[in-house]
């Protein structure tokens, strides 16, 4: 399986992004995966910013309140939305499963501007 993130982007405090997370290949059991949204800014140690749950559930956990994640099992996708973003969300953002991650992907880059 690889996990394909985009979406970042140059944005300024305030304003509003929506990341992307695309699985291919073997895909079959993508449904029944928690996946994950995390991110590393520079200096920092990756954290974890946002769980996907297999069902879906009406209570996803994010870190940030801001953020809301969102699956899209059919297309084999996790959103990640984030709104009022502040400077200190700058960070690469990455996906991964939650257990059992896979190799990390390069991500995408957030940049938060004042």
Do not use: H
Not at 51 to 76: G, I, M
Not at 86 to 108: H, I, M, Q, S
């Amino acid at each position: 399986v690889q996990l394909q993130a985009s979406g970042g982007g140059l944005v300024q405090a305030g304003g509003s992004l929506r990341l992307s997370c695309v699985a291919s290949g073997r895909t079959t059991n993508f449904k029944i995966v928690a996946m994950a949204w995390y991110r590393q800014a520079p200096g920092k140690q990756r954290e974890l910013v946002a769980l996907s749950t297999p069902d879906n559930s009406d209570s996803p956990d994010s870190v940030e309140r801001r953020f809301t994640v969102s699956r899209d099992n059919a297309r084999n996708t996790v959103y990640l939305q984030m709104n009022d973003l502040k400077p200190e969300d700058t960070a690469v953002y990455y996906c991964n499963r939650f257990t059992r991650p896979l190799p990390w992907g390069r991500g995408t880059q957030v940049t938060v501007s004042s």
